[in-house]
């Protein structure tokens, strides 16, 4: 089973929604015979490399939200994510462009290093206040991933992995997707938004049972019980 996940690692409720998931998938009895692909999305392409403000400014010029809406909305936000066991920190995140970032985690991807891609990128992000944006903090994380020194410095040389990005972000508008996160199931289920466990739960049992239906064999053969008690 593949479950290929729309997400960007400068949105809050990605991260969220990648802890809800995980739990789900840590309980599902088939764990290990599904296949976990994440998808690049970008809630801003349009962002500058690097913004000059904080994310509070930015939400309330760019996005056009009140500055007291955009710091309940903060509160909200923190508060399910703490439920999570994630500490996030606005007053710290460093507003920056994704693009390089997701072309890291494809570069990642190619080394069986996605999903620890991903997670420091969302943690750095909204715990500890780094710049995604910058090449000297991507490229240490290249380091800390083990990744080929010369293959990260490409991403800041050429645009490899540019294409592969711009294609997430085709495949998204192709299936409709207009937020994130959003998880696909064998590209037959869509759950949008950092559900409950609960609901990942079911989505997971639900497209298990229908893509590996029990087939019964010489049924009328066997003698069993019933409701009606056991044969003589």
């Not at 296949?35 to 801003?44: F, G, H, N, P, T």
């Not at 962002?47 to 994310?55: A, F």
């Not at 703490?82 to 920190?89: I, N, P, V």
């Not at 909204?126 to 020194?149: C, M, P, Q, R, V």
Request: net charge negative.
């Amino acid at each position: 089973m593949k479950i290929e996940i729309w997400s960007d690692v400068a949105c809050p409720w990605c991260y969220i929604g990648k802890r809800r998931f995980e739990a789900a998938l840590a309980e599902f009895p088939h764990r290990d015979a599904v296949e976990v692909k994440w998808r690049s999305y970008q809630l801003d392409p349009t962002l500058p490399e690097h913004y000059d403000g904080t994310e509070l400014e930015y939400l309330s010029t760019r996005k056009g939200m009140a500055p007291a809406q955009v710091s309940q909305m903060f509160d909200h936000v923190t508060e399910q994510a703490k439920g999570e066991g994630l500490d996030y920190r606005f007053d710290q995140v460093v507003v920056a462009n994704s693009f390089t970032a997701h072309r890291l985690i494809h570069l990642a991807a190619q080394h069986g290093q996605q999903d620890a891609a991903k997670e420091r990128l969302l943690s750095d992000h909204f715990e500890h206040g780094k710049d995604i944006g910058s090449a000297e903090y991507l490229t240490a994380l290249g380091h800390d991933l083990g990744l080929n020194a010369e293959e990260v410095a490409e991403l800041f040389t050429t645009d490899k992995y540019a294409d592969d990005v711009r294609f997430d972000f085709e495949e998204a508008r192709a299936l409709g997707i207009s937020g994130v996160p959003f998880f696909v199931i064998d590209r037959k289920f869509g759950l949008s938004g950092a559900q409950p466990a609960e609901t990942f739960t079911a989505a997971l049992n639900q497209a298990w049972q229908e893509t590996n239906p029990l087939v019964l064999v010489n049924t009328a053969d066997g003698e069993a019980c019933g409701p009606d008690g056991c044969p003589v």
